[in-house]
Every structure is written in C-alpha cells, then in structure tokens.
Nanobody, 124 residues
Framework: QVQLVESGGGLVQPGGSLRLACAAS????????MAWFRQAPGKEREFVAG????????YYADFVKGRFTISRDNVKNTVVLRLNGLKPEDTAVYFC?????????????????WGQGTRVTVSS
C-alpha cells in the first residue's frame, strides 16, 4: 500500500513563499505520475500541478501562472511543490496524489493514492 505524507504548509504573508514536500513509501515511486491538488473551504478539490514519471513533463493549472513549480526526486521518493508569489486565494489544504495508469491527469478521480494534506494559509 502506497503512503503519501505531505509537509511544509503554514501561515505566510501575501507575496511570500513556501516549499511543500510529499514523501512516498510502500510502492515503486517512479512508476506513478504525481500531482498536487488543493481544496479551499467550501470548494471542490482542484488540480494545481502534475509531473510525469521521469519528471520530464510538468503541467500547471492556469491560476498558477508561473508562480508554482513542481519537481520530483525518484531516488528520495519525493515530489515538491514550490509556491511563490502567494495570494490570499491560494489558501487551501494542499494534497499530494499518485496515479498508476497514464497521467498526470487533471481529474482527481483518476488518482489512486492520496496524502492527508498540508494546510497553507496566506494572510497578513
């Protein structure tokens, strides 16, 4: 059973930065496409960024607009999301997810593994 554990969330002022990390265990990390989703209070979980198995292809939601960067390390079994230029509307719980077949998809129902999430709050 694959387990994903996120870390790195917290409170940050508008314009600030955070580094979110997701550590995977219990599976073959390099076999999975990986992604970050987020869910704000009262809203549906939405795709933020995805990365292919070898890390050569990355995909971002339009609202990222060059502010976030996803990367992965298949030796350390981690996927990282760097958040820059944070805005109050980026406040959400951020989830790491893994996809066995195809991907990385922007559809949350196509992911097989999920972490518990890490909370990001952007406020002055």
């Amino acid at each position: 059973q694959v387990q994903l554990v996120e870390s790195g969330g917290g409170l940050v002022q508008p314009g600030g930065s955070l580094r979110l990390a997701c550590a995977a265990s219990g599976g073959i990390f390099s076999a999975y496409a990986m992604a970050w989703f987020r869910q704000a209070p009262g809203k549906e979980r939405e795709f933020v960024a995805g990365i292919s198995r070898a890390g050569g292809r990355t995909y971002y939601a339009d609202f990222v607009k060059g502010r976030f960067t996803i990367s992965r390390d298949n030796v350390k079994n981690t996927v990282v999301l760097r958040l820059n230029g944070l805005k109050p509307e980026d406040t959400a719980v951020y989830f790491c997810a893994g996809q066995i077949l195809g991907g990385p998809s922007q559809r949350r129902d196509e992911y097989n593994f999920w972490g518990q999430g890490t909370r990001v709050t952007v406020s002055s």
